[in-house]
């Protein structure tokens, strides 16, 4: 089936949403409180049978400026602009008998993020709000056990958020000091070979 | 050994210290300690075509307690850390270690939040074998370069004893 | 929501629910639960394929259930990718799923092409699918070897890394690496393949189809192997559905989904191959369809060498394709003398053009694209956003392994401990991909 007939569909069966296809991709923005209704239906009506993928992007609020790291990159960051401050939790769905996909965007506030749990409608759901919830900080109420999943239990801070930093070590050669040639290093410990 | 914080350092001991250094890295079993993409290359290095048997290597103890030489082959993740140092708590001495590949001797291309910034910030290393990831023949040259390592150590190094104790000079 | 109760009453004996992290072992290990024990099967083990923790609770030798703990290769790979640019993304992305790495550059560069607008040229294509479909080969081997090995037939780890060791030397004479290639670039390939590439891959091609009865010799009527794989990891359709599972464990359940016939990418869909599927869901079938996938993927690649065009094997474009010829000198691989002649002496605007694509990079039409892969494991997606600069904005990985570590728990229930080894190798999890 045609993009153009899934978005008809989606449209007739799940009113009042914005619809939007761009990339040869269908996206549709689901506020928060409808986002279970809608999975249940795009599962059960339109056979929507696979959650292929849930995921978090930050879109930070205000003009925002990405932490130089001129120690890991030496390069200058981008600046994200335009005052958003959400956290867009993303939904990729696939109907293995239509061979179509769809994508459902549900944008919370980055202060506090909530979305209800998908676990009930899909079950695969759950290692990825557990990866959302560690990376993003967005809970799910309704999820069997949210907790960490990558990072280890006592770690504090969600890091792929915007505002957190990529962490590493100054590599930065200091005051231009040159690396001897091998021949004229010394080493700790001779290797006779 | 306890024994060889006892024993007299100099030339009196010279001829047992070669045979038990011969002995030694002769036959090193490495522990698994395979993490990442280093892992499958120290497999392949493991395997038929260059073959680690004929260094008497060949058997990878999966209990460190058996085993001699831990070769860190792959990124060490902040979850990981502790577990490393615990597996090389767990091995007896002696021991050596070996990191394998760059992510092991230094965190890497990954200079970021979640990996160890190299392997050395927990364990002492012997020998760093570079690479992303390094050819079975490097690592082989890494190994075979710490068998001469080996082969030159003295009972009076201190290298048996444990990091947190004093040695007897 | 508020945060799980941690607190001892609810880690007290008769507590209904268990909270398994890696704090508190101590309180859950003394909590001994209906006669159950809790055996942790920790992320060093030489039969959990990789850095995967199972905390498994055992009533004698039978498993109750199991908990799988994930992390412990966590690269940040995602998050570092948005501090590079785009090139730069494609040696991130290969390391993910170590075994595959083909399969992640390629559909990270498919990625990024749509959002740019273009198509690589039909000769990357296929060269594309080549070494995709090698990879394919190359990675089931590696499962044979490891399944094997993890379940006693140890020579099958030699057979299988033999065989591997020809696809990497062919993969080493092309891109210059066994393994994470950073070869295949957006817009096309870093450079070309060598004048003996055709030759070279019929000649593995025959090779590798000959080995294939070999393995089925050792494996597929082995009384041992059949006791130890038939009837084991049962894991349905439904169920896979449930669970989000695709690749080579939702074929074995009978279902033929394959993206490489119904979403096909790189040009794949003008060869002729079958998508092998079983009826058994359990560890055999999953081992009946990889061995038939290895044979099917050889077929692709002889049809692919044959219909091989000729051509440029990176985009037209001057803004966004790769700059620099590389080529074979006396010091190694490098830009060749006759380019660094032409940016240093004859051309300022190359000279400038070659400084700014290798430093800052091209920059990426603003939007998101979701493009996915059939590797050998499932489907492989990237979910790759832009804002419009040289960065990307968000590289999320859909990788098909993190996705099938969540049946292990129902797929082993009632088995015993050493058929969890079964199951879990037979899902062919690479924790590369999992932990990301």
């Given amino acids: ?193 | 050994m306890g024994l060889e914080e006892r024993l007299p350092a100099g030339i009196l001991l010279t001829n047992l210290e070669r045979f038990v250094n011969w002995g030694r890295s002769s036959s090193l079993w490495p522990a698994t300690f395979g993490l990442a993409c280093c892992a499958i290359e120290m497999m392949a290095t493991g395997a038929g075509h260059y073959d680690l048997a004929r260094f008497g290597m060949e058997v990878f103890r999966a209990s460190p307690r058996q085993a001699d030489l831990m070769i860190v082959a792959g990124r060490v993740s902040q979850k990981m850390a502790p577990v490393l140092r615990r597996i090389y708590d767990q091995m007896a001495d002696p021991k050596w270690v070996l990191s394998m590949g760059v992510c092991a001797s230094s965190g890497g291309m990954f200079n970021n939040y979640a990996i160890l910034q190299g392997v050395d910030h927990i364990v002492p290393v012997d020998m760093y074998v570079p690479g992303c990831p390094p050819r079975p023949e490097m690592l082989m040259d890494g190994i075979i370069k710490l068998h001469d390592k080996i082969r030159q150590e003295h009972f009076a190094d201190g290298r048996t004893a444990h990091p947190d104790q004093p040695v007897d000079a | 929501m508020t945060a799980p109760d941690r607190s001892a009453a609810a880690l007290a004996p008769d507590a209904d629910e268990l909270f398994l992290t890696g704090a508190d072992w101590e309180e859950i290990a003394d909590a001994v639960h209906d006669g159950t024990i809790t055996i942790n099967m920790g992320p060093q083990h030489p039969s959990t394929h990789g850095v995967l923790r199972l905390v498994l609770e055992l009533e004698a030798e039978v498993v109750r259930s199991v908990q799988p703990v994930i992390g412990y290769l966590h690269t940040g790979i995602e998050k570092n990718a948005e501090y590079r640019t785009w090139v730069q993304g494609v040696t991130f992305v290969t390391r993910m799923d170590y075994l595959a790495p083909f399969f992640n550059e390629v559909a990270y560069c498919l990625a990024v092409e749509r959002l740019l607008g273009i198509e690589a040229p039909e000769r990357a294509q296929t060269i594309r699918v080549i070494l995709m479909e090698l990879n394919r080969v190359a990675s089931h081997l590696v499962w044979l070897a490891t399944t094997g090995l993890e379940l006693g037939a140890i020579s099958m780890m030699l057979y299988g890394f033999r065989e591997r060791e020809a696809i990497l030397d062919l993969f080493e004479s092309q891109s210059g690496l066994r393994m994470n290639h950073a070869y295949v670039r957006p817009g096309g390939l870093v450079q070309d393949v060598t004048p003996d590439f055709a030759d070279r891959v019929r000649g593995l091609v025959t090779e590798l189809g000959s080995r294939i009865p070999e393995y089925e010799d050792l494996l597929l009527k082995n009384p041992i192997w059949l006791e130890r794989t038939q009837g084991i990891g049962i894991l349905d359709a439904d169920q896979c559905r449930e669970f989000g599972v695709t690749g080579p464990v939702l074929r074995s359940a009978g279902v033929a989904w394959d993206l490489r016939k119904s979403q096909p990418y790189c040009g794949i869909e003008q060869y002729e191959f079958d998508v092998p599927t079983d009826t058994g869901a359990d560890a055999y079938a999953r081992f009946l369809v990889r061995m038939e996938e290895i044979r099917q993927s050889l077929r692709i690649v002889s049809q692919a060498v044959d219909a091989l065009p000729g051509g440029e094997v990176m985009v037209a474009d001057q803004k966004i394709a790769w700059p620099s010829k590389l080529g074979l000198g006396p010091d190694g691989i490098g830009n060749t003398p006759e380019y660094i002649r032409h940016i240093m002496g004859e051309s300022m605007e190359a000279l400038i053009h070659h400084f700014k694509l290798v430093t800052e990079g091209f920059a990426v039409p603003a939007g998101q694209v979701y493009q996915a892969v059939e590797s050998p494991r499932g489907e492989l997606g990237y979910h790759v956003i832009s804002n419009g600069t040289t960065k990307p904005y968000r590289v999320h990985v859909r990788d098909p392994s993190f996705v099938h570590i969540q049946p292990i728990d129902v797929m082993t229930r009632g088995h015993l401990v050493a058929d969890l080894v079964a199951v879990v190798a037979s899902l062919d999890p690479v924790m590369g991909g999992v932990d990301r």
């Fill in chain 1, 1 to 193: 089936m045609t993009l153009a007939d899934l978005e008809a569909d989606v449209r007739a069966g799940l009113p009042g949403l914005d619809t939007a296809v761009a990339f040869g991709e269908l996206t549709v923005q689901v506020p928060a409180d409808r986002i279970l209704d809608v999975l249940r239906r795009l599962r059960d009506e339109l056979d929507f049978d696979y959650l292929v993928d849930l995921s978090g992007v930050h879109w930070p609020g205000g003009d925002h400026m990405i932490d130089p790291q001129l120690s890991t990159t030496g390069w200058p960051e981008h600046r994200v602009l335009g005052g958003r401050g959400v956290i867009e939790v993303t939904y990729h769905l696939l109907s293995t008998e239509r061979n179509v996909r769809v994508r459902l965007v549900v944008a919370v506030p980055d202060t506090a993020p909530e979305v209800p749990s998908a676990t009930g409608v899909y079950p695969t759901a759950n290692y990825h709000e557990r990866e959302v919830y560690d990376f993003f900080g967005v809970l799910f109420p309704g999820h069997p056990r949210l907790e960490r999943i990558f990072m280890p239990d006592d770690w504090v801070g969600h890091p792929q958020r915007k505002d957190y930093p990529l962490g590493g070590v100054d590599t930065q050669y200091q005051g231009g000091q040159a690396v001897p040639p091998p021949d004229e290093r010394v080493w700790s410990r001779e290797v006779a070979r």
